[in-house]
Structures are given as C-alpha cells and as structure tokens.
C-alpha cells in the first residue's frame, strides 16, 4: 500500500504527460481544436473587461470547454473508425457522425449557457 501511495506523483506526472500529448497531437492534426482554441482566447479577452461577477466567467469558460472536450473524443473517435474500417461502411459513418452530433450538441449547449448569462443578472 505505501509502495502505491509513494507512486502517486510519479504517475500523475507520466498521466499528465500523456494527456498534453494527446492535446498536442490533436492541436496539430485537427483545424476544429486549432479554430476552437483561438476561439477560447477571444472569449478570455472578451471577457476580461465585462463587469461581470468572476463566477459568471468561470461558468461561461467552463461551459465552452465542454465544445474542445467533446471534440477530442470525437477526434478519438474518428480515428479508431479509420483505423478499423479504412474503407466507407455505414456503421462507421453512422458511428462519425454520432460523434459529430454530440460537437453540436456541446456548441448548442454554450450558446444556451451564453445567452442565460447575458439575460440573467
């Protein structure tokens, strides 16, 4: 057990390490992550000099990191559809575009979450 315990920092550095990888490997092989990540820095920049209250910028920043998380996973996704089926098959496609749809859904999600903050004081 205290092997274990004494092994927690070691492997949440290797854990992270792998994780800014991945990030890394997504920035530089996927436009959307690249588009979403400029996006990410206007709405900081935006945001800076709006009197909201801090939580409400914290909540709208949280919400839209919901769009480039679900994009990794659905990058993810793709990939291993490409990499099972190489060729068009219909349950791979149908399987991109599920995936596809739950980006939507986490962009309709920060609009929602965009316009409760601008309306709700």
Same mark, same amino acid.
């Given at each position: /057990? ?6 927690? @920092? ?14 890394? /490997? ?26 909201? @209250? ?24 793709? &990939?291993?559809? &490409?990499? !099972?089926? @190489?060729?068009?098959? &219909? ?17 309709? !999600? ?8 601008? !309306?709700?004081?």
């Amino acid at each position: /057990m205290l092997k274990t315990i004494k092994n927690i @920092p070691r492997r949440a550095v290797s854990a992270m390490g792998y994780s800014l990888a991945g990030l890394a /490997m997504a920035f530089r092989k996927e436009e959307s992550i690249r588009l979403e990540t400029i996006a990410l820095i206007l709405l900081v920049a935006i945001l800076a000099p709006i009197p909201w @209250p801090i939580w409400k910028k914290i909540a709208l920043i949280s919400i839209y990191l919901l769009i480039p998380l679900t994009e990794l996973l659905n990058s993810a996704l793709e &990939d291993i559809c &490409d990499l !099972v089926s @190489p060729q068009y098959n &219909d349950k791979i496609k149908a399987a991109k575009d599920k995936g596809s749809a739950a980006v939507l859904m986490a962009i309709i !999600v920060a609009i929602i979450a965009l316009a409760a903050l601008i !309306v709700c004081p």
